[in-house]
């Protein structure tokens, strides 16, 4: 049984002008010690997929799945009380932006010390003992002196090792990164990244790493799941997913990357993620894409052996195709 | 697959207006102050036409009248009379007159001279800047009732003057805010873009900058114009407001307290005026606020 | 933290002497000076009416008089009242306890049911009690709190008899000498029984009345800040901690939305002693609201321009004071030059 299982899970939000889907029909599932990446561009859903794991989601969202369930449990129906008793425990996120996540009033030790008191049996000196500790393990000089330091005292990367000690401050199974070290500097996030992978080499715990960077998959992931506005279009593990990527979109991503290019100019995907005014008919990638049909603007693709394409590419052919000369 | 059928998709966003209407009307309170506060401007208006009696006319037989319902009432005066037997709805609605006017020309004469103060103060910086707000913080550091009391013995108690020092009085809050307002835009980029093009100083002010600032300045407008009338009533019940024998709804509250325990009515009625007027700008003040605040909707 | 303060008292020296400047010359411009009033009275004669001008220095050319003036305040000499031959600091910091006190109630009044309130009402967005709550509150601060205290009069204590309608204590059954100024602690010091209750008693409805509008700009004030903070990432990142609810409202949140509030309470101070003076003429109150409105009508000028100069000056000291309480429970204030 794996210990993270999300099927067919979807998530609407309440607007001025309508429903709003952000989430469509996303099914997943993590096992322990494996790290996992959700790849897409901004608005494809991945982080909304993990909020509503968590519980975090605003009072607009309206969250349905056939089964959302943790170790078993089903954390669908949970209670909030039960759920409280998982989350920051077992399973813990980290998030984008590490200066305005921690809260200003308070200092670091506080906030470190806080989740240890919320879910751990230690004395006070314990507790500010295994603050220093969590603090030492991810990589912050003197942190001694740092418990009584404010966030707003500290940089962006510190901030970030404060989060990440502090999600892990009760040793949890499944630790979920949505977009770490995009708020970062670029020499910060590889420092990030690097901490985030021992971490998870030394306690063995599951990781789902959230990005829009594939140089950040590359480096990080075991399995990769892609998304483009809340669907997933494709999962493999990641050296698949590099060699012989099987949707169009991921093939236009990695081929959007720097380190392909075989031109001057870089390829660009054109269009935009729709929203919640253009959503199209059919696929929801095929105003982008290069091997769109008539059959790809009117009819929703079925999922293909994992892929949601109806002409999966397999070495760089799409299956099935009628042909360049037909394509729209 | 999920069904795409269930779902409702709009086709083009809304246009700016549209937007803020739906959020308005979304507010019921905001809809019902709205509602309310155009009744009692229709009242004030047409005051000469729907009031039953002339106002000032004393019907010395029919003194201290209840209302309608109560023993002793005369289905002439529907809300009874007063001490001099003076009809209590005509003075009620002629008395909404004299309130709203204040409160329209106390909002407009601010709004007025607080962008321009605060446009100034933003924009020209240094030593004008300084002045400016210093005044500003003398002003906001005598109690406003007693600034107003002050400035309307020097200038004399009658309607202009009333006028005049409410607005002093509540000067300050625009001026902040307007201040406040241009001296965020002028960090933004569009303004130094347009700066850099040539634009000059009068015009950067008010056609560039002025319409950026303008959501919670209309919010402060609305909110401005119900503490004028209460300011106004306030001097009014010290008797520093409009002279008798003009009915002016505060001015007729002190006048009651005499009658306080033999005829109740006659201060229950002013006063109710004044908080129904003042309730329902305020709910549409509210309303205005959460409409045009974007972060306040729900997306 | 001391350079903080020091700096800020500084910055209001210069509003203080404008006010000095202002008051003077407000009221030299209200028609009318003492002397010419008294032009009619029997016996009074051109020759004693220029004695007593010049014994009030009124004969002397302005800017001489303004001179005199600040002279006479640097040595704590405010002047000397027309009506009461007494020396104005003094005769205002007898009433001003009473206004005080008054204050201070209407001010616990108006935080202690306010911020529950506001917290409560962000909590359950949208809900009945959020809406009815938000709903009173509006009109609260729509209702002239003239007429609220007369009513409140006509219905307690009139009709219903549960309150006194005026005064800070009934005289007729208690009597003792006033030693802070402050009813509910020299009631206390007395140890009169009963007298206490009494105190209390009498303040029930100037401090309801008093304290309406402050209670529901803090109300609405900490409902809107609440659910800004609420939006927060660390109000978040608090909750993907597994922290209670009543732990991420009450501790998180509250400790940031709280800041704004402070700022508002500030300035209802302010309002609170305009207020103050409509407050204390309907339950004659014998504070320095209702002895600033007479002095008005009595033209005692002298008692006016100084009172008018020790409120403001209560008023600024009051906001500095709250500045400094803004700079203490916001840590990045306090870091920040």
């Not at chain 3, 009498?202 to 900490?222: F, N």
Request: aromatic share 8%.
């Amino acid at each position: 049984m794996a210990m993270l299982e999300i099927e067919n899970l979807t998530v609407e939000f309440k607007t001025g002008s309508g429903l709003f889907r952000a989430v469509d029909g996303v099914s997943l599932t993590i096992d322990a010690g494996e790290v996992l990446a959700i790849v897409g561009e901004s608005g494809s859903g991945k982080s909304v997929s993990m909020l509503a794991v968590m519980g975090l989601l605003p009072w607009t969202a309206k969250v349905t799945a056939d089964r959302m369930a943790f170790e078993g449990h089903d954390l669908l129906n949970m209670s909030a009380n039960d759920r409280r008793r998982i989350i920051g425990k077992d399973i813990a996120m980290i998030f984008q932006e590490p200066m305005t996540s921690l809260n200003p009033c308070f200092t670091v030790g506080y906030q470190i010390t806080e989740a240890l008191k919320t879910h751990l049996d230690l004395d006070k000196a314990a507790r500010r003992r295994r603050a220093v500790e969590l603090l030492d393990f991810v990589g912050i000089p003197a942190p001694e002196q740092r418990l009584s330091s404010f966030p707003h005292q500290l940089s962006g990367g510190m901030n970030q090792r404060v989060m990440i000690a502090m999600a892990i401050a009760c040793s949890p199974k499944l630790l979920i990164a949505d977009e770490p070290t995009t708020a970062l500097d670029v020499t910060i996030q590889a420092q990030i990244l690097e901490l985030l992978v021992k971490l998870q080499k030394d306690t063995g715990m599951g990781l789902v790493l959230i990005t829009h960077s594939m140089g950040v998959v590359a480096e990080t992931a075991e399995r990769v799941s892609v998304q483009y506005a809340g669907q997933k279009v494709e999962e493999q593990p990641v050296k698949g997913l590099f060699a012989d990527p099987h949707h169009p979109y991921t093939a236009a991503l990695l081929s959007a990357l720097p380190e392909r290019a075989k031109a001057r100019r870089l390829p660009s995907i054109p269009g935009v993620v729709p929203g919640l005014f253009d959503r199209p008919k059919g696929c929801l990638f095929a105003p982008r894409c290069s091997y769109a049909t008539e059959l790809c603007h009117s009819t929703a693709p079925r999922r293909i052996d994992g892929t949601l394409c109806h002409y999966p590419l397999v070495k760089g052919v799409p299956q099935g195709h009628p042909g360049k000369e037909k394509a729209a | 697959m999920p069904s795409d059928a269930a779902l409702k998709t709009p086709t083009a966003p809304p246009g700016p207006f549209t937007a803020f209407w739906r959020a308005f009307r979304e507010n019921r309170g905001a809809v019902i102050g709205l509602t309310i506060i155009s009744i009692i401007f229709f009242v004030a208006i047409f005051a000469n036409v729907l009031a039953p009696h002339d106002p000032l006319e004393q019907y010395r037989g029919f003194t201290r009248l209840p209302p309608i319902g109560m023993e002793g009432s005369d289905p002439r005066f529907l809300l009874g009379t007063d001490a001099l037997g003076r009809d209590l709805l005509s003075r009620l609605m002629y008395g909404a007159r004299v309130s709203l006017f204040i409160g329209l020309s106390v909002m407009v004469v601010s709004m007025a001279v607080g962008i321009a103060l605060g446009l100034t103060s933003a924009f020209f910086g240094g030593i004008v800047d300084v002045i400016i707000i210093r005044i500003m913080d003398l002003i906001m550091a005598i109690p406003s009732l007693v600034l107003a009391i002050l400035i309307v013995a020097i200038i004399g108690p009658n309607l202009t003057n009333t006028i005049i020092a409410v607005t002093i009085v509540g000067l300050p809050r625009y001026v902040r805010l307007v201040r406040a307002s241009a001296l965020t835009e002028l960090t933004k980029d569009y303004v130094t873009a347009a700066k850099v093009s040539g634009v000059r100083k009068f015009r950067l002010m008010t056609v560039t900058v002025l319409p950026n600032c303008l959501a919670p300045l209309i919010v402060q407008a609305a909110l401005g114009m119900s503490d004028a009338i209460l300011e106004a009533a306030g001097l009014g019940f010290l008797g520093l407001g409009a002279q008798p024998p003009t009915p002016e709804w505060g001015a007729m509250l002190a006048d009651s307290r005499d009658l306080m325990l033999q005829a109740p009515w006659v201060m229950a009625a002013p006063g109710l005026a004044i908080l129904t007027t003042v309730l329902s700008i305020n709910l549409m003040g509210d309303g205005l606020r959460d409409a045009l605040d974007p972060r306040l909707r729900r997306s | 933290m001391f350079r903080f303060l020091l700096k800020r008292l500084l910055l209001t020296l210069p509003t203080f002497f404008a006010l000095m400047f202002v008051t003077f010359i407000m009221i030299r411009l209200v028609p009318g000076d003492p002397i010419e009033v008294r032009r009619g009275e029997r016996g009074i004669s051109p020759e004693r009416l220029a004695e007593l001008r010049h014994e009030m220095g009124l004969d002397q050319p302005i800017w001489k008089q303004f001179f005199d003036y600040v002279w006479g305040i640097l040595h704590g000499d405010f002047g000397t009242s027309i009506i009461s031959k007494t020396p104005i600091l003094h005769e205002f910091f007898t009433l001003f306890p009473a206004t005080l006190e008054l204050s201070i109630c209407a001010m616990i009044f108006a935080v202690g049911l306010g911020v529950p309130a506001g917290v409560i009402a962000a909590s359950r967005r949208g809900g009945i009690y959020d809406q009815g709550l938000m709903f009173t509150a509006l009109a609260g601060y729509s209702m002239p709190i003239f007429w609220w205290g007369l009513i409140l009069i006509l219905v307690m204590s009139n009709t219903l008899g549960l309150t006194p309608v005026s005064g800070r204590v009934d005289l007729i059954k208690y009597y003792y000498e006033p030693v802070t100024g402050f009813m509910l602690i020299d009631s206390l010091l007395s140890g009169q029984k009963g007298a206490f209750w009494d105190a209390v008693h009498h303040l029930i409805l100037p401090t309801i009345v008093l304290g309406t509008v402050p209670l529901a700009v803090i109300a609405r004030m900490t409902r809107s800040s609440m659910l800004e903070v609420l939006e927060e990432d660390y109000v978040r990142t608090a909750r993907a901690k597994g922290l209670s609810s009543s732990r991420v409202i009450g501790v998180h949140a509250l400790r940031n939305a709280l800041i704004p509030v402070v700022t508002v309470f500030g300035l209802q101070v302010g309002g609170l002693m305009a207020g103050a003076v409509l407050t204390e003429t309907i339950f004659s109150w014998p504070g320095v609201g209702k002895w600033l409105v007479e002095s008005i009508s009595r033209r005692d000028y002298p008692a006016l321009q100084g009172g008018i100069l020790l409120i403001s000056t209560i008023v600024i000291l009051i906001n500095l004071c709250i500045d400094l309480l803004y700079g203490l429970i916001n840590p990045r204030i306090r870091h920040a030059k």
